[in-house]
């Protein structure tokens, strides 16, 4: 298994904390604490990643992978 490293941002709310994943949309939370945040987002991380993967592989066609390089704005 491949290890990869992520941006996780947590914004403080009114009634606790939001969270997400800066590279991957649809990775994101909420919790009261910001510890609650940071796992919930591991989880969520995982989920979408395996869940993205099972869709390229479910499709029934030949997926071609390519490994892309980019620069990113800091």
Known sequence: MKKMIFTA???KRPKGYIGWIEEVPGANTQGKT???V???LK???ELVLVANKNIADNKGRFVSR???SVRIPA
């Open 38 to 40: 940071v796992d919930n």
């Open 43 to 45: 989880e969520a991380l």
């Open 9 to 11: 941002l947590v914004q």
């Open 66 to 68: 390519h490994q892309l």
């Open 34 to 36: 910001k510890r609650e």
